[in-house]
């Protein structure tokens, strides 16, 4: 087949995948992870079931795609914030942020425990941890944060901390979470 | 039969499962939780296969009764704690350190994940939540500690934040982590 045809089938094929995936999204924010269906999946994307298999073999593999997608995207989003223009600890503060306010979406069960063991996850915790613990190490070289913790275990506090933003139901008491973890991070001299 | 035979059958019995969940939590320790296996756990404790099978169903049974038996002797253990003489962020201290120490203990991967989603586990939760919100209630009054935030939050803070202890390999992390959580406790008109 001629070049063209090839990237023309390429093109195809990935738009039918991000389809599936758009739709993936739609079910799993209408009714959780559970509700992602073969069926459901084909017929909300407007394809038909035969196709969907030659995409993804179950709905596992389908919930898996969309939460790699879903991760990576998260990552750019946090690694965009990381790079904005200010100090050191107004970018961990933005990026602590918007770190609470996806873990607040989070989903829970045995579905979403088993998602989150996917090696994707292990690789986008490290980027993330890999990304606070410079953002921390700056912040206390200028005299911002503490600096007699190493910043990678600052950096585990952090993410471990923000997970209680699952638990929470207002806007208010996730701001409040982000504001008492960024107080254990302030220089020891000042706290006492 | 009359009521001591089977007092004496009941003991027998209690006496018998005391042993395969003592059993169970040497090969935990020694291999982990896949190494777990009905024949090891006959083996070990003394007992043929069959005796086992009338305890327990299977190698999950017997790790679920084994983790039943863990949560409810951390829960004891840090409720006893909580009860010691001193003033209220003296004990929340303890409680956090014990607390850090016992997830520090814990293991990873897919059985973990599974054992963590029993009820038993909500339960324990629900009841140390209650038990440091107590206690971040009494400290917040006496003016040791921050009120311009919710105990029911700050406890889901100090939970949440402690589970980092899971990756530290040494106990002066372990307290670096709880000397940092428990800074983001303090008045807030002191840390800044």
Redesign the interface.
Known sequence: MPKLWNETIDAHRAAVREAILDTTAKLVAEGGLRSVTMSQVAERTGIGRATLYKYFSDAEAVLLAWHERQIAAHLEQLSDISHQTGTAVERLTAVLEAYAGIARQRHG??LA??LH?GEHVTHAEQHLQGMLQHLLAQAAQAGDL?S??PPA??A??C??????AA??TSQA?VT??V????????P?S???
Chains 1, 2 share one sequence.
């Open positions: 069960g045995e425990a088993l063991q503490r007699d913790v275990e600052l585990q506090y993410l471990h901390a923000l997970t209680a638990g929470l008491a409040r979470l504001s008492v973890t960024l107080d254990g991070l302030r020891h000042l706290t006492y």
